[in-house]
């Protein structure tokens, strides 16, 4: 009796984060860096040591120029500049000092000294809720894995230089990595499954799903085809939406807006149809340089960016960050226990009087421009408000004395991020011009969960009863007072939640330009009334899940096929 030999499909499953879909043979990269053994040295081996470091890091520094010349010369200037902050690493000299250090007191192999302390760092970093500094993080532990390689003599890893076409496995990718493979022949990635494939195996790879498909059946294949054909059909459907607003079903305005970091991303605001920016996030101006930056740069940069949107809105948030980001020696500075419930944002602005200031001139100064709004981060309470509002008033007095240009009236807004502020929403209404929700911090606070640590992050639920009841409050006290109320957290470009947003009475979305298409249609396939009533329907839920389902029941029923 002769036995099937097919292999059978196996699937994992993970997490989509770009859209596409490949199929080829695999490749499964190991981790080739040798563990790092300690030893002890001899006072007198102390110098060998120390020139084996500085060599390696002159050599670390040499193979990160190069590969950003590499980047430059292939996809431009902007994507190569991402190893700006590798080459901070490389030559920062309180991590250096502090390896110098160890080594004199502790007397043993360089290679440990300094993953011993590149460790603590990039760990120190991770701990703080914040995406720019956990991508610091990230920097640092591909630096250091690169200056260890080179302690030890070792080559490039083999899988960067593969000369045929593959899907790539790995548990990790570092930076460097990406930007050293050999893209013509790279038809997609996966990462953190390399222990469960084997090199060699031919899979399917679904980047909108998250799923990998080891040795798909032909009828996977075909089905995966018929799915690519579709896609394809949505996306040029969405490409056609550019021009349109996002107005729903029975006539009802939502300005679309998108999230910013850097001015070239306004190229983007405008090629994917969003009406402005509702949020300019600020802190790239103040992050990996030795001085803060003069009102002069600030306002040049700003007024620019403002020209660019005009003549739809500009709305700059003021600086989002705590004082340790900062460079050093700027501000004194303490450790926290617990940044994210610290010395950040408002609070730090308000103990900082010159350095907010300097913002708050740079952006009166481009309000002439016309379309500049401004917002006010972690608000907790009135307050708090108030004394930002008044050390605005005092910026325009300053600019009016010496006679310095700004517009008439420059409307401001208050970030609503802290359950306090929901709560007393109806109390700050009356002082600002908009309130703008900030909904991941909003979550995360209202529910005590850090949506990036794995082992709670299933408690992160922006469809929580407790959420929902946080939204309405804050939308009807901005109504209530005749103010208009938007979202700019993550929630405003998840499409299945739209509805719930739209029946809330949001009036604004501003989310990443890439997702603005999907959330114009998602807007423009459906009607007020019914996602009121898909509200009222929800609040007499009891879970997240429930509730989730229920919205999902409507959009799919409205875009099925943005959501498939």
């Not at 002890?40 to 990160?64: C, G, K, N, W, Y």
């Not at 570092?174 to 013509?184: G, H």
Request: include cysteine; glycine fraction near 6%; proline fraction near 4%.
């Amino acid at each position: 009796m002769s036995g099937d030999n097919t292999p059978k499909e196996i699937r994992f499953e993970g997490a989509g984060v770009s859209p596409g879909i490949a199929r080829g043979r695999v490749y499964v990269a190991r981790d080739e860096l040798e563990e790092v053994v300690r030893y002890r040295i001899a006072p007198s081996q102390v110098a060998d040591e120390i020139a084996r470091f500085e060599t390696a890091l002159i050599q670390t520094r040499m193979q990160i120029l190069q590969m950003q010349q590499r980047i430059a010369e292939s996809i431009g200037a902007k994507d190569a500049a991402i190893f700006d902050a590798h080459l901070l690493v490389v030559e920062d000299r309180t991590l250096i000092d502090e390896v110098l250090r160890k080594l004199e007191t502790e007397l043993c192999n360089v290679e440990w000294i300094f993953q011993e302390v590149a460790t603590r760092y990039a760990e120190t970093l991770n701990r703080i809720d914040d995406p720019y500094l956990r991508e610091r993080a990230l920097d640092i532990q591909d630096v250091t894995k690169r200056v260890i390689r080179n302690l030890q003599g070792k080559d490039p890893k083999t899988f960067l230089a593969l000369n045929e076409p593959h899907i790539l496995v790995a548990h990790n990718l570092t930076p460097s990595d990406t930007a050293n493979i050999n893209r013509a022949n790279v038809l997609g990635i996966a990462t953190d499954l390399g222990s469960r494939t084997s090199t060699g195996q031919h899979v399917l790879l679904d980047g909108n799903d998250g799923w990998l498909i080891v040795d798909p059946t032909p009828k996977t294949v075909a089905e995966y085809a018929e799915i690519e054909s579709r896609r394809a059909r949505v996306t040029a459907k969405l490409k056609e939406l550019r021009e349109t607003t996002s107005t729903t079903r029975d006539g009802r305005h939502i300005v679309l807006s998108a999230n910013i970091e850097l001015p070239q991303d306004v190229d983007a605001v405008k090629a994917n149809g969003a009406e402005g920016v509702g949020l300019y996030r600020t802190e790239f101006l103040y992050l990996n340089r030795p001085t803060l930056p003069t009102e002069d740069e600030q306002y040049e940069i700003y007024r620019k960016v403002a020209e660019r949107v005009r003549p739809d809105p500009l709305i700059i948030r003021t600086f989002d960050l705590g004082g340790d980001k900062l460079a050093p020696g700027t501000v004194d500075i303490a450790d926290e226990l617990n940044p994210f419930l610290g010395w950040r944002a408002i609070r730090f602005c308000l103990e900082n009087i010159d350095i907010f200031k300097t913002q708050l001139r740079a952006i009166l100064r481009a309000s002439i421009v016309g379309n500049v709004k401004i917002m006010f981060p972690m608000i907790s309470g009135l307050d708090e408000l108030r004394r930002a509002i008044a050390v605005l008033d005092e910026c325009k007095e300053e600019l009016r004395s010496s006679k310095i240009d700004m517009a008439e009236r420059l409307e401001v807004g208050a970030m609503i991020e802290i359950p306090s502020a929901a709560i007393c929403a109806s109390v700050l209404a009356p002082e600002v011009d908009f309130l703008s929700i900030g909904t991941n911090d909003l979550i995360q606070y209202a529910l005590a969960v850090d949506r990036v640590n794995e082992k709670i992050a299933y408690l992160y639920e922006p469809t929580h009863p407790a959420v929902l009841r946080l939204l309405k409050m804050i939308a009807d006290a901005a109504h209530d007072h005749n103010l208009w109320v938007g979202v700019c957290g993550e929630m405003a470009g998840d499409i299945a939640l739209i509805p719930l947003l739209l029946g809330l009475g949001m009036d604004e979305l501003s989310t990443a330009a890439i997702l603005v298409p999907r959330v114009k249609r998602a807007v423009q396939s459906l009607t007020i009334p019914e996602c009121r009533e898909l509200v009222e329907e929800t609040f007499k839920l009891d879970t997240g899940s429930e509730i989730l389902a229920r919205c999902l029941e409507l959009a799919d029923k409205r875009y099925g096929d943005l959501l498939g």
